[in-house]
């Protein structure tokens, strides 16, 4: 209010009188003299939710790179195929038996393959669902919608059946999706249900990893060790989150993986370069303080945890909103404590 409006004195009116108006704040000023302009405040529980970014950036135009692929991967399984009958023939030119023996053993693998492909393509379609769980879930925090909400909820329960550690959990969220909760607070509500002995694992599990690292490359004399034992370690954490949180990849889909959090980690920042935690401890020299190689252990150790961080939040089918993300901070506090104790 400036100093020409003048000041108006308190008084009491009815919301049916026809001389209130209920407006908004764009249109206030447009109403004939003496009317009374009332301009409604935003609920809290309307205002905009923070939601996580895209877990992977979206992708555009053709992929060609996929195209290429598929074709090398035919024209592969075609020479092998061709290979193989070739082989099969030659054995029966020689031995009917050997020829026999042939056969069934290209039977017995080309049925393998089958089983092995089928896997693989099962554990594709279950790390896409979880990723459009993720997505609707955070859809459903901005929108409010109920009807979604329990489509997510019930997709969620299904995905977590086979989760014996869940059995309370699910019956307990179960109990709760005929009654009158708002979709976002269905959210949430299933997420403190289902997320939270789940989140606590998935702790405990980047925690060990981290220890390992930290371990084995303060100690190992050479470092192509540390290179490869850390790229496994990284690969068996991220499968056992992946499982953690009902995904089920194979190599196909830990190859997925991998790049999902590798993208996440460029789009949340980098690996260790945008972590106020890590800085500190080069700039205030507490690695320094250390020996040289357990310095590079903690170091190591820290990366780990913060690839650890990246796949929890690739891997997990709601993103964070009722339940603490964890922080770098934590697992380095446990890290650090654990080289305490060893020295």
Avoid: C
Avoid at 137 to 149: G, K, T, Y
């Amino acid at each position: 209010m400036n100093e020409t409006t003048p000041q108006r004195r308190p008084a009491t009116f009815k919301l049916d009188d026809p001389g209130v108006v209920v407006m908004d704040a764009d249109d206030i000023g447009h109403l004939a003299r003496g009317t009374v302009q009332i301009m409604p405040e935003v609920e809290p529980a309307q205002l905009p939710v923070p939601v996580d970014p895209p877990l992977v950036p979206a992708r555009r135009g053709f992929r060609w790179g996929t195209l290429f692929w598929t074709a090398v991967a035919g024209l592969v399984v075609l020479g092998t195929g061709l290979g193989v009958i070739n082989l099969v023939e030659d054995l029966f030119a020689r031995n009917e038996g050997l020829g026999i023996l042939g056969l069934g053993l290209a039977v017995i693998a080309a049925f393998a393959l089958l089983v092995v492909t089928a896997r693989e393509f099962a554990g594709l379609a279950r790390l896409a669902t979880i990723e459009k769980l993720h997505l609707r879930a955070a859809e459903v925090l901005i929108s409010d919608d109920r009807a979604a909400s329990r489509t997510v909820v019930a997709d969620l329960i299904k995905l977590a059946h086979q989760t014996p550690q869940l059995a309370r959990a699910r019956s307990a969220l179960q109990s709760h999706t005929e009654d009158i909760i708002d979709g976002a607070d269905m959210i949430r509500l299933a997420e403190r249900e289902l997320m939270a002995p789940l989140d606590e694992e998935a702790r405990r599990l980047v925690s060990s990893a981290a220890q390992r690292v930290s371990v084995v490359t303060a100690v190992s004399p050479r470092a192509m060790i540390d290179v490869l034992f850390v790229f496994v370690a990284s690969l068996r954490m991220i499968r056992q989150l992946a499982r953690l949180y009902g995904g089920r990849p194979g190599a196909l889909g830990m190859i997925r993986l991998m790049r999902h959090v590798i993208a996440h980690l460029a789009i949340t920042g980098g690996i260790a370069a945008s972590d106020s935690l890590i800085q500190q401890m080069l700039g205030h020299g507490i690695a320094a303080k250390l020996s040289q190689r357990l310095g590079e252990g903690v170091l190591n150790g820290l990366l780990t945890a913060r690839l650890g961080l990246a796949a929890i939040d690739v891997t997990r089918p709601l993103p964070f909103t009722a339940l603490p993300r964890p922080a770098l901070a934590d697992l380095a506090k446990d890290l650090l404590r654990k080289r305490e104790d060893e020295e």
